[in-house]
């Protein structure tokens, strides 16, 4: 069965460090592959995606994530956190054989230090 | 604003008393999915539809049901909520041609 792995359940980190979120997959055929991050209060919503081409994808608010293949990756990047940043980060798997079922992972949670 | 508008937000229940929550969608998405989220996991899809066309996923319930009465609205019908079936569900829309999904803010269920 596809599953999706997210190595950190939480990160709290100071103003401008660097982040990078894990995240592998089990899968091996083609793979859609996302980023979603929910604020405090708010709903889920799409940081970035990635279905072919450029395996470093940019996304919004400064963050990009980069897909290698050979080890069902798909980790996210930024390079100077901000307080905003402070959410539950999700990755997210589409297996193009199967439909628009998505699995996503248990999630991360990002606590910035102002 | 396009959006995906779950009512209630906040539902309570008791013990085996049938529960129904709505969705609606003004981005007139072909695929209308419904997720159940417990505290500190994944959230996990129950089914979706692909305009009427019904995927139940193998390990959903039978407790759980689902309607689709037109593009807007879907329904996740409960028929005998029990304790473990207090979650988050989460409501969401991608269109027909990507699976990029929109989410509705949730409906937090309690069982009493």
């Known amino acids: 069965a596809q599953s999706v792995s997210q190595h950190n359940h939480h990160v709290i980190l100071s103003e401008a460090a660097s982040l990078e979120l894990g995240c592998n997959y089990s899968?091996?055929?083609?793979?859609?592959l996302f980023w979603y991050v929910q604020y405090p209060g708010q709903h889920l919503q799409l940081l970035l995606k990635y279905f072919s081409g450029d395996p470093l994808v940019k996304g919004i608010k400064g963050f990009e994530a980069e897909f290698i293949k050979s080890k069902f990756s798909f980790n996210l990047r930024k390079p100077s956190v901000q307080w905003s940043d402070t959410a539950e980060y999700f990755c997210a798997v589409n297996a193009r054989t199967g439909g628009f079922k998505t699995i996503f992972g248990a999630g991360t949670r990002l606590f910035v230090k102002a | 604003d396009a959006m995906v508008i779950q009512n209630p937000r906040y539902q309570v229940t008791q013990f085996g008393k049938p529960v129904t929550l709505s969705c609606s969608q003004t981005?007139?998405?072909?695929?209308m999915y419904w997720y159940q989220q417990k505290s500190s996991q994944a959230p996990k899809l129950l089914f979706h539809y692909y305009d009427k066309d019904f995927n139940n996923e193998a390990d959903t319930p039978d407790n759980f049901q689902s309607r689709r009465p037109n593009t807007s609205f879907c329904f996740l019908d409960i028929r005998s909520p029990g304790l473990g079936d207090a979650a988050m569900y989460l409501c969401a829309t991608s269109s027909g041609s990507t699976y990029e999904q929109y989410f509705g803010p949730g409906t937090r269920l309690t069982v009493t």
């Open positions: 981005l007139n998405h072909n695929v």
């Open positions: 899968y091996g055929g083609t793979v859609n």
